[in-house]
C-alpha cells in the first residue's frame, strides 16, 4: 500500500500471514466440522481468537489463540522511567485503569521506603473501587447483550457514565486517570465531590437493583446461564483463576482481606460474596454483588476520609534503590501482581506483570469440551476477561 | 447504477444520492483495545447516540459496511485481518482511524509488536487523535466525513480515486 514500510515490518507481516495459514490448513484437514471464532469477535471483548472442533452441535476440543493484543508491556517498562511507566500501565486492563497503577506504585514505594500518608492511602482504595465499579457495571451489560438482550447495555453505558464522570472531575481522565504517584497522588479532591459521588453511588445501587430484576431474575437468562461452563474449585484453582471467576466456584479468596498491602480496606465494613454453584450464572451473580459492596465501600471511604497531606516527601528525580519486590492485589478482574527488579536506575532494570485474565481463560480448553455451541458465548462472556489484560 | 460508472452524473441527482450516503453511513466497529470502549460509549449509549447522525453501527459483517472506525492498538499479528477486512468492504469505503494508537503507534512507539499507524495498512479518511479520544470527538470526525460525502463527485469516488487529503479532527 505504501512505501515506507519496513524490512523489519514486512517480515512480521509476512510471519503473521503464514501462521494465519498454518492455522487455517490445519483445520481444514482434520476430520468434523471447525468453528473459527475471532480473531475480532464481539464476544470475545477484542481480539481474542477461539478455534472449536464440533462434532454435530457439541464442541469436541476448543483452542484459544491468544497474542493478538500484544504489546511488549513487560519490554517497554524496561526503557521508560518511573512516572512513564504509570502512564503506561493504565491500559492493561483498560476498563478498571486505576486499578492497574496500584500495584505498580506501591511496590516502587516498598523498595524505596516511602510510606503514603493515610489520606492518599484512603484516596486510593476510594479510585481503586470506583474503578471496579466502572469495570464490573459494564460486564452487566455486556454479558446480557451476548446473551441476546441488547438494553441492559444500553443501562450499563448509560450509568457507567455517573462513574466516569467523578473519575473525570478529580483526575481529568474520562478512564485513564494516571493519578497515582510514588509516594501519595497528584491531586486533592475538589470542592462538593464527595457528595456528588454519594449521589452517584446511590444511583448505581439503583442500576444493581433494576439489573438483578431485569437480568438475573429473566428465566431465560436463567436458562441459558445456570448449569452452563461449571467450574468445579478444584478445577478453579488448579488453573490459577482469580478474582470473582474463583469466588464464583466457592472459593473464599479475596486479597482485600487476605493480604496486607497498606490499603484502607481493614478499616471498612464490607463482605466478600461467593457463590457455591461454579456456573456461569454464579460468576455473574458474584460480579453484581461486588458492584452493590463497592458501591457501599465508597460510601464508607467517603464518609471516613481523614485529613491531612496527600503527598509524602519524595525526590524530584525519582531512582528506586537496588531490590526487588512483589505486590500483587485485587483488581476488578482477579489478582494482579508486578514482580520489579530494579538496579537503582530512574527505570526499572525488570518488570513481570501478573495479570488475571490470562490465568482466567487458560480454563477455556477445560470448560469448553462437551458444550453446545451457543453456550460458547455465555461461558466466555461470564468468565470475563480484557484483551489486553491477556496479552499485555 | 450505470450511470455512476459511465462519469456522467447530473449534478442534482448527485446531490440527491450524495445526501442520502450521508444520512445512512453502515459503520462497522473494529474493536481493538481502550478505543473500543469509547467507541461503544459513543456508538451505543444513550448519552451520545450516534443514531441521530444518521449512522447504523450494527452491520452484520464488513461486506455490508460503508465506514469502518478502526479503534485501538494495531499489532502485526491482527494485520494480516484488517488488511482482509478492509478489501471486503464494497466502494466507496471510508475509514476512521481512532486513538494515537491507530494513527501513528501511541504510547506503545518504541514497542516490537506494534504497527505504528494503521495507514501503513489501509488508508485512512479521518484521524481522530487522543487517548483515548472523547466520545465526542468520535462523534465530530464523523460529522466531518458526513461533510465530504456531501460534496463527493461520485463517479471518482466510484473508481477509488480521488480520496483528497485526510482530515484530522481538532
Redesign the interface.
Known amino acids: 500500500?505504501?512505501g515506507?514500510?519496513t524490512e523489519a515490518?514486512q517480515l512480521?507481516?509476512a510471519?503473521?500471514?503464514a501462521?494465519?495459514g498454518r492455522v487455517n490448513v490445519d483445520l481444514e484437514t482434520d476430520e468434523g466440522m471447525t468453528l473459527n471464532m475471532g480473531?475480532?469477535h464481539p464476544a470475545t471483548h477484542?481480539?481474542l481468537r477461539v478455534i472449536a472442533k464440533l462434532d454435530g452441535e457439541q464442541v469436541v476440543s476448543a483452542d484459544v489463540m491468544c497474542?493478538?493484543?500484544?504489546?511488549?508491556y513487560e519490554?517497554?517498562c524496561e526503557?521508560r522511567s518511573y512516572p512513564q511507566i504509570n502512564?503506561?500501565v493504565n491500559?492493561i486492563d483498560?476498563?478498571g485503569s486505576f486499578a492497574n497503577e496500584v500495584p505498580f506504585i506501591l511496590a516502587a514505594e516498598q523498595l524505596m521506603g516511602v510510606e503514603a500518608p493515610p489520606r492518599a492511602m484512603w484516596i486510593r482504595t476510594l479510585f481503586f473501587e470506583l474503578s471496579r465499579i466502572a469495570n464490573l457495571s459494564?460486564f452487566i451489560g455486556d454479558l446480557a447483550l451476548q446473551l441476546g438482550a441488547q438494553t441492559p447495555?444500553?443501562y450499563a453505558?448509560?450509568d457507567r457514565?455517573f462513574v466516569l464522570n467523578q473519575i473525570e472531575s478529580v483526575t481529568g481522565g474520562?478512564?485513564?486517570p494516571n493519578f497515582d504517584r510514588i509516594g501519595g497522588l497528584k491531586d486533592d479532591l475538589p470542592k462538593g465531590w464527595i457528595a456528588d459521588t454519594k449521589a452517584a453511588m446511590s444511583r448505581l445501587r439503583a442500576y444493581c437493583d433494576e439489573m438483578e430484576d431485569l437480568v438475573y431474575g429473566n428465566e431465560i437468562f436463567q436458562t441459558r446461564t445456570r448449569g452452563i461452563g461449571i467450574i468445579p474449585a478444584g478445577v478453579a484453582q488448579s488453573y490459577g483463576l482469580s478474582g470473582a471467576n474463583l469466588r464464583g466456584s466457592g472459593v473464599d479468596w479475596d486479597l482485600r482481606r487476605d493480604a496486607n498491602i497498606g490499603l484502607a480496606y481493614d478499616q471498612l465494613d464490607w463482605k466478600v460474596w461467593t457463590h457455591p454453584d461454579g456456573d456461569s450464572f454464579s460468576r455473574s451473580w458474584v460480579r453484581l454483588q461486588e458492584v452493590r459492596e463497592a458501591t457501599k465501600m465508597v460510601d464508607q471511604l467517603c464518609d471516613g476520609m481523614p485529613a491531612g497531606p496527600i503527598m509524602a516527601k519524595v525526590p524530584r528525580i525519582i531512582k528506586v534503590p537496588e531490590g526487588e519486590a512483589y505486590v500483587v492485589t485485587e483488581n476488578p478482574l482477579g489478582q494482579m501482581g508486578y514482580y520489579l527488579v530494579s538496579k537503582g536506575d530512574t527505570g526499572p532494570f525488570r518488570v513481570k506483570i501478573r495479570t488475571a485474565s490470562f490465568n482466567n481463560i487458560s480454563v477455556v480448553p477445560w470448560v469448553l469440551r462437551g458444550v453446545y455451541v451457543p453456550d460458547i458465548i455465555a461461558i466466555l462472556a461470564s468468565l470475563y476477561f480484557i484483551?489486553?489484560d491477556i496479552d499485555k | 447504477m450505470g450511470l455512476v460508472e459511465s462519469g456522467k452524473m447530473p449534478k442534482p441527482l448527485t446531490k440527491l444520492l450524495n445526501l442520502s450516503r450521508k444520512y445512512s453511513v453502515w459503520a462497522y466497529q473494529?474493536?481493538?483495545?481502550?478505543c473500543?470502549?469509547?467507541m461503544?460509549?459513543a456508538f451505543?449509549?444513550?448519552?451520545y447516540d450516534v443514531m441521530r447522525l444518521g449512522v447504523i453501527p450494527f452491520p452484520a459483517s464488513p461486506r455490508q459496511a460503508d465506514l469502518v472506525v478502526i479503534s485501538?492498538?494495531v499489532?502485526?499479528?491482527?494485520?494480516?485481518?484488517i488488511r482482509r477486512?478492509y478489501e471486503q468492504m464494497p466502494d466507496p469505503k471510508y475509514v476512521i482511524s481512532m486513538g494515537s494508537c491507530a494513527n501513528c503507534g501511541g504510547?506503545?512507539w518504541?514497542?516490537?509488536?506494534?504497527?505504528k499507524g494503521v495507514?501503513?495498512?489501509?488508508?485512512v479518511d479521518v484521524y481522530v487523535p487522543g487517548?483515548?479520544p472523547?466520545p465526542e470527538a468520535l462523534l465530530e470526525g464523523i460529522v466531518l466525513l458526513q461533510e465530504r460525502i456531501q460534496n463527493e463527485d461520485m463517479p471518482t469516488r466510484w473508481r477509488g480515486e480521488n480520496r483528497g487529503e485526510p482530515i484530522v479532527v481538532g
Request: hydrophobic share 40%; aromatic share 12%; glycine share 8%.
Open positions: 500500500m505504501t515506507t514500510l515490518q512480521a507481516y510471519n503473521a500471514q501462521a494465519d480473531p475480532q477484542g481480539t497474542g493478538y493484543m500484544h504489546r511488549g519490554k517497554l526503557v502512564t503506561l491500559r483498560w476498563l459494564l447495555a444500553f453505558f448509560r457514565e474520562r478512564f485513564h484483551l489486553g | 473494529w474493536g481493538l483495545a481502550c473500543a470502549i469509547e461503544g460509549a451505543a449509549s444513550p448519552r485501538g492498538t499489532t502485526d499479528k491482527i494485520v494480516p485481518a477486512l504510547p506503545y518504541d514497542s516490537y509488536s506494534v504497527t495507514d501503513q495498512i489501509i488508508p487517548c483515548p472523547r
